[in-house]
C-alpha cells in the first residue's frame, strides 16, 4: 500500500515550527497511543533539539494498557519525560501541566531567583489527529482552540495563555515528505492521521485487519462476530460485510461502506483497546 501525503500547508507548518521553537522555552510532543512509534516525526528531531521535551502519550483510553506499560517503561529507561493521557477528560489537565512543570522547572526557578516574572512558553507538536488542541483546551478548561476528529483541522499557530503562567503554542499536525515504512504509513491511516479521502479506504481496512487477525484476533471475533483462524484478510472482509448488511443490489458486496465502517469502529474503540507498535517498533 503505497502513501505519501504532504499537502503544502505542512511545508509551512515545519518553518513556522522552526521558527518559533528559538522563542519556547520546552516542547510537548504527543503521541497517539495507539501507535506511539509510527507518531515519532523525523522533521521533529531538528525541532525539538536540545530544548526539554515531554512526551505525552494520549488516547489511552483507545489504547492497550499491557502495552503502554512497555512505553512507559522505555521513557523510563531513557530518562525520557512523559505522561500518559486521555486528553478528553478534564481530569487529566494536573497531570499534563505538572509534566510542564517538571520539565521547566530549572527555568522557572532561575526566574524567580532574578526576580523576574516571565511566562513559560511551550511549543506544542505531533502528527494530524494525535489530539493536540483537545490537550491545549484540557489544561486552559475551555475551548480555546478548534478541535476535529479529521486532520488538518488547526491550519495555524495559536498562542494560549493559562492561568498557571504557562503559554502553550498549537501547531499543525504534520507529517514528513515521504514515507519509507509502508507500516507506518498504514497505521498513520489507521488512526486518522492521514486523511480518508487520499487513500484508498478499502485497502487501508485491508490492511488493518490484517495487522488486527496477527496481534489481536480477539478483538475481530468478539466485535464483529467472524472466526479467523484460516481465512484470508479478503474472506474476513467479505464476512464482515455479510454480517452487517454491507450489500449492493444483486447481492455484491459494498466494500467501501463495509471499509469505512470498520476504520470507524477502530477509532472510536468498539473494536477493542488496541496499541500496534512497541517500543522496539522504533
Given at each position: ?8 500547508h505542512m ?5 513556522m ?5 528559538k ?25 525539538v ?28 529507561a531513557?530518562?525520557?519525560p ?8 478534564s ?9 510542564f ?5 530549572d ?17 506544542i ?35 494560549v ?67 479467523c ?54
Open positions: 500500500m503505497n502513501i505519501q501525503w504532504f499537502p503544502g511545508t509551512k507548518a515545519l518553518r515550527m522552526e521558527e518559533n521553537v522563542i519556547v522555552d520546552a516542547i510537548g510532543y504527543v503521541l497517539d497511543a495507539r501507535a506511539p512509534a509510527s507518531c515519532f516525526n523525523p522533521s521533529f528531531s531538528k525541532i533539539g536540545n530544548k526539554p521535551c515531554v512526551f505525552i502519550l494520549n488516547k489511552c483510553d483507545l489504547a492497550d494498557p499491557a502495552k503502554i506499560e512497555l512505553w512507559c517503561r522505555y521513557f523510563v531513557n530518562k525520557l512523559y505522561v500518559k493521557v486521555t486528553a478528553t477528560a481530569a487529566e489537565a494536573s497531570k499534563i501541566s505538572k509534566a512543570a517538571d520539565i521547566t522547572a527555568l522557572r526557578a532561575k526566574y524567580a531567583a532574578k526576580g523576574i516574572f516571565k511566562p513559560v512558553r511551550c511549543l507538536i505531533g502528527v494530524p489527529n494525535c489530539g493536540k488542541s483537545t490537550i491545549i483546551n484540557c489544561l486552559s478548561g475551555r475551548k480555546a482552540v478548534i478541535t476535529g476528529d479529521k486532520p488538518g483541522v488547526t491550519k495555524g499557530k495559536q498562542w495563555r493559562l492561568q498557571s503562567g504557562l503559554e502553550l503554542l498549537d501547531t499543525p499536525g504534520t507529517l514528513w515528505p515521504k514515507f519509507d515504512n509502508d507500516l507506518v504509513a498504514s497505521r498513520l491511516c489507521f488512526i486518522g492521521s492521514i486523511k480518508d479521502d487520499v487513500v484508498d479506504l478499502s485497502e487501508v481496512a485491508f490492511a488493518l485487519i490484517e495487522q488486527l487477525v496477527e496481534q489481536y484476533p480477539n478483538c475481530i471475533e468478539q466485535r464483529f462476530n467472524v472466526h483462524e484460516g481465512k484470508t484478510t479478503l474472506e474476513v472482509f467479505e464476512e464482515i460485510a455479510a454480517k452487517r448488511g454491507f450489500l449492493l443490489r444483486g447481492g455484491e458486496m459494498d466494500g467501501e461502506r463495509c471499509a469505512k465502517a470498520i476504520l470507524d469502529d477502530f477509532r472510536k474503540g468498539k473494536i477493542g483497546k488496541i496499541t500496534f507498535d512497541l517500543p522496539t517498533d522504533l
